[in-house]
């Protein structure tokens, strides 16, 4: 049975930050698992669920270990580390994916859904299933899922945001992400690309006047010792998802294989529920720490203010997000 060991990492290891030894004795597979926020969030709780179910049904075989709060690297440092063929899983979106299979990025567009749960439609269609294989083919990479509600992504300023007279003018935090750059320039902001561990010193500098992630980041991130209040635009419904190296999961038996791509999908359902069940304790979580909640947004508004983004990607597939509205719609 094949292991994974220095020797197989050879040249990569010498490439990439100091990684330990990727094979232990006790296990025949071992894995890291990696993202950039913080433990305290429901994507750990998520990750942990994943981790324990997998190593419960390979009885062992498998062994995986989270590195939070960005520990292996920023989110393209460890992109590049599973492309280069590191036994390492990490959580990817629509938005990365959409640089090596642009269809992708539709899934991350504004307002496409109303009931988070319409998501899995999307999981579910031939439409995904063809995105998937496009990536490993041309990529490289192994989508294992993308159906991890991230969460509603809610505003964070010092002024309420009502409606999109509000964001004009203002400039605000994307994370380096075409739509993202497309939604804010639509509401009439000014989008600054900020890494993600850079937004609190961007807000207390002043260098942006706004930021904004679901309630969970904002809380696990303190952004809110920054600004105090927060509008629920809900603008984005972010999904997320584990991502590994197409050759490193080839190379896994397919009983190994089954089960990674089974429970990264039953810990997404775990964390969909999660997040859709806990967002009132976020609010209350925040509002004891001072921040002013503005439900009086006027989403209709922002809804047409955004529309025209979906005609900013010359290089989807003809009808894409036709298509896609057929999905959710039906």
């Known amino acids: 049975m094949p ?16 990684l330990a030894p990727m094979f232990a004795a006790a296990q025949d597979y071992t894995f890291r698992l990696a993202h950039v926020t913080s433990d ?13 179910n997998v190593e419960e ?5 498998v062994a995986i270990q989270i590195f939070a709060n960005a520990q292996l690297g920023s989110n393209p440092e460890v992109f590049e580390q599973v492309r280069a063929g590191a036994p390492i899983i990490t959580i990817s979106d629509p938005g990365y994916l959409s640089d090596f299979v642009a269809d992708f990025g539709v899934l991350g567009g504004p307002y496409l859904m ?9 999981v579910d269609s031939e439409l995904y299933a063809d995105m998937k294989d496009r990536l ?19 505003m964070l300023s010092d002024k309420a945001i009502s409606s999109p007279d509000d964001t004009a003018g203002m400039t605000f935090r994307t994370p380096p992400n075409i739509m993202w750059v497309e939604t804010f ?15 609190y010193s961007a807000l207390s500098a002043g260098v942006v006047d706004g930021a904004e992630a679901p309630l969970p980041s904002i809380y696990g991130a303190k952004l809110h010792e920054t600004k105090n209040t927060i509008s629920l635009t809900g603008h984005f419904k972010g999904f997320t998802g584990l991502m590994i190296n197409a ?20 810990a997404g359902a775990f964390m969909t529920d999660l997040m859709l069940n806990s967002e009132e304790e976020w609010i209350a979580k925040l509002e004891a ?40 719609d039906n």
Not at 114 to 122: L, S
Not at 136 to 154: A, I
Not at 290 to 312: I, L, M, P, S
């Open 3 to 18: 292991k994974f060991t220095r020797r197989s990492c050879g040249a990569l290891v010498a490439a990439t930050i100091a």
């Open 40 to 52: 305290k969030e429901p994507l750990q709780a998520a990750m942990e669920e994943f981790v324990k």
């Open 57 to 61: 049904r390979s009885e062992g075989r």
């Open 114 to 122: 109303e009931d988070p749960r319409d998501f899995q439609k999307i």
């Open 136 to 154: 490993r083919s041309e990529s490289g990479l192994e989508l294992l899922s993308l159906n991890w509600l991230f969460g509603s992504r809610h």
């Open 185 to 199: 320039n639509a509401m009439g902001a000014r989008p600054t690309q900020v890494a993600w561990g850079e937004v």
């Open 247 to 266: 050759d490193v999961f080839a190379s896994l038996p397919e009983d190994i294989q089954t089960i990674f791509n089974e429970e990264a999908d039953n």
């Open 289 to 328: 720490e001072g921040v002013t909640f503005n439900r009086d947004v006027d989403v209709a508004a922002f809804q047409v203010a955004t529309q025209d983004v979906y005609t900013k990607f010359p290089d989807w597939s003809e009808g894409l997000y036709d298509q896609v509205r057929g999905i959710l």
